[in-house]
């Protein structure tokens, strides 16, 4: 049976990394830790797909085996040069791993290091002898930080070179650090970009052009609402690699549960997005760890959308009046109006979308549970994609989603609602 949300085979996953569309298929990393259902030495797990619901995954494609990764292969991003899959990523060193769990370190204390290593085939990688430091560790404390810099997003500029940007910190505010080669393996840092208020560390960073519109979406550590993804429009100057960063940013997704997104471009030229949905404990198959539905991303009037892919989408055609698994829930909501999905309650109040997954959470001690949107413009068409353990809410055709982890479902619908599940 199809799946719409890739799912962690064993273990924990969680970034998804090298997100690429390669030889005729997607290719689709993530960290992963494959011994326990918890966080430890990261390693890069592997699965490939024809259309981005069938997946599967393959052998580990990157472990610790170097000196500068020899702590955890940690996140990064794929890019093609002349037919070969290549792959830039961060690196660690533990200056001293935790003697009670070698697999974690102490103090959050660690050196990281950009490496690089590439695939003829894009299934085969040699970890111990194709393995390159391209950007060994910071030690200009005006530029970066030694231990908090990482996540190497790559693209092809147009002037043929290749760019790179990472995630930083100096002074305890986040920043970007923007580096040229024309090669993938020689680079020069060309210069940083930051902005006010936007916490003290930027994870995974990703630029891409949509529409004539460049974006930039990233991950700030320690902001008022802790670590979450954020999108925002910006002006980049690749000559310069100059980036001005304005004060208008939207989530990437409002339920808060979603970090560390990804892009790339599709078979048809669209630009998609994964992310990875942050779980409070294992599922009932002792795994931890999902990515959402593929969304493509698109600029309307200065807003960005995020919507379910149509490969996707199109495959929910057969309604039903007795959903179980995976199924799709359409409605449209009004001021007052309420839909209760297995526990899951959704409902519109003065011109927001409002999400409240209290019944359908477990260790929500500590989790906040109830989510909303801005103010909606216009109307409130709902779209939500229904899974054992996520709830996926796209609103107006993607003008705001909230997603939520989930858990013990009911199959009860209740609302004016229509409901679909997937061909078979």
Same mark, same amino acid.
């Given at each position: 049976?199809? /799946?719409?949300?890739?799912? #962690?085979?064993?273990?924990? %996953?969680?970034?998804?990394?090298?997100?690429? @569309?390669?030889?005729?298929?997607? !290719?689709?990393?993530?960290?992963? @830790?494959?011994?326990?259902?918890?966080?430890?030495?990261?390693?890069?797990?592997?699965? =490939?797909?024809?259309?981005?619901?069938?997946?599967? !995954?393959?052998?580990?494609?990157?472990?610790?085996?170097?000196? +500068?990764?020899?702590?955890?292969?940690?996140?990064?991003?794929?890019? /093609?040069?002349?037919?070969?899959? !290549?792959?830039?990523?961060?690196?660690?060193?533990?200056?001293?791993?935790?003697?009670?769990?070698?697999?974690?370190?102490?103090?959050?204390?660690?050196?990281?290091?950009?490496?690089?290593?590439?695939?003829?085939?894009?299934?085969?990688? +040699?970890?111990?002898?194709?393995?390159?430091?391209?950007?060994?560790?910071?030690?200009?404390?005006?530029?970066?930080?030694?231990?908090?810099? *990482?996540?190497?997003?790559?693209?092809?500029?147009?002037?043929?070179?290749?760019?790179?940007?990472?995630? #930083?910190?100096?002074?305890?505010?986040?920043?970007?650090?923007?580096?040229?080669?024309?090669?993938?393996?020689?680079?020069?840092?060309?210069?940083?970009?930051?902005?006010?208020?936007?916490?003290?560390?930027?994870?995974?960073?990703?630029?891409?052009?949509?529409?004539?519109?460049?974006?930039?979406?990233?991950?700030?550590?320690?902001?008022?609402?802790?670590?979450?993804?954020?999108?925002?429009?910006?002006?980049?100057?690749?000559?310069?690699?100059?980036?001005?960063?304005?004060?208008?940013?939207?989530?990437?997704?409002?339920?808060? +549960?979603?970090?560390?997104?990804?892009?790339?471009? +599709?078979?048809?030229?669209?630009?998609?997005?994964?992310?990875?949905?942050?779980?409070?404990?294992?599922?009932?198959?002792?795994?931890?760890?999902?990515?959402?539905?593929?969304?493509?991303?698109?600029?309307?009037?200065?807003?960005?959308?995020?919507?379910?892919?149509?490969?996707?989408?199109?495959?929910?055609? *057969?309604?039903?009046? #007795?959903?179980? &698994?995976?199924?799709?829930?359409?409605?449209?909501?009004?001021?007052?109006?309420?839909?209760?999905?297995?526990?899951?309650? %959704?409902?519109?109040?003065?011109?927001?979308?409002?999400?409240?997954?209290?019944?359908?959470?477990?260790?929500?001690?500590?989790?906040?549970?109830?989510?909303?949107?801005?103010?909606?413009? &216009?109307?409130?068409?709902?779209?939500?994609?229904?899974?054992?353990?996520?709830?996926?809410?796209?609103?107006?055709?993607? /003008?705001?989603?909230?997603?939520?982890? =989930?858990?013990?479902?009911?199959?009860?619908?209740?609302?004016?609602?229509?409901?679909? =599940?997937?061909? /078979?």
């Amino acid at each position: 049976m199809s /799946e719409i949300h890739l799912k #962690s085979p064993r273990g924990w %996953i969680n970034d998804p990394n090298g997100f690429i @569309f390669f030889n005729g298929e997607y !290719h689709l990393f993530y960290q992963h @830790f494959p011994y326990a259902p918890r966080w430890g030495r990261m390693h890069w797990g592997h699965a =490939v797909s024809s259309d981005l619901m069938n997946w599967k !995954h393959l052998d580990i494609a990157l472990f610790p085996t170097k000196t +500068d990764d020899m702590d955890g292969c940690f996140s990064g991003s794929a890019i /093609e040069k002349d037919g070969v899959m !290549h792959l830039l990523y961060t690196g660690v060193r533990y200056d001293a791993p935790n003697p009670e769990n070698t697999n974690c370190c102490l103090d959050d204390k660690f050196t990281a290091a950009q490496l690089h290593i590439s695939s003829a085939d894009g299934f085969s990688f +040699d970890n111990f002898d194709d393995k390159t430091t391209v950007i060994p560790p910071i030690n200009d404390t005006k530029i970066g930080d030694r231990t908090h810099t *990482r996540d190497p997003k790559v693209w092809r500029g147009g002037d043929g070179n290749f760019y790179m940007v990472l995630g #930083s910190t100096v002074d305890k505010k986040g920043r970007l650090l923007f580096y040229k080669s024309a090669d993938l393996i020689h680079w020069e840092y060309v210069s940083f970009a930051t902005a006010e208020g936007c916490g003290w560390m930027w994870e995974c960073p990703d630029y891409f052009r949509v529409g004539g519109s460049d974006v930039l979406i990233f991950s700030p550590m320690g902001t008022q609402y802790g670590n979450q993804a954020v999108c925002t429009l910006v002006d980049f100057d690749e000559k310069t690699c100059s980036m001005k960063i304005g004060n208008k940013y939207q989530f990437l997704d409002y339920g808060l +549960d979603l970090y560390a997104p990804q892009s790339t471009t +599709d078979k048809d030229g669209r630009r998609i997005v994964v992310a990875w949905l942050r779980m409070p404990e294992p599922a009932d198959n002792n795994t931890i760890g999902m990515f959402s539905i593929p969304r493509v991303c698109e600029v309307k009037d200065g807003h960005i959308f995020f919507h379910p892919h149509p490969d996707i989408q199109e495959k929910f055609t *057969r309604k039903t009046t #007795s959903p179980n &698994g995976i199924y799709m829930v359409k409605a449209s909501l009004s001021n007052g109006d309420e839909l209760n999905i297995g526990g899951y309650i %959704i409902r519109k109040e003065k011109g927001r979308i409002i999400a409240d997954r209290s019944g359908v959470i477990r260790n929500n001690e500590e989790l906040r549970n109830v989510f909303e949107t801005p103010v909606l413009n &216009g109307g409130a068409d709902i779209e939500a994609y229904v899974d054992q353990n996520m709830i996926e809410v796209f609103i107006n055709g993607g /003008e705001y989603v909230i997603t939520n982890t =989930v858990y013990d479902l009911s199959d009860k619908v209740v609302g004016n609602v229509e409901l679909y =599940v997937m061909e /078979e």
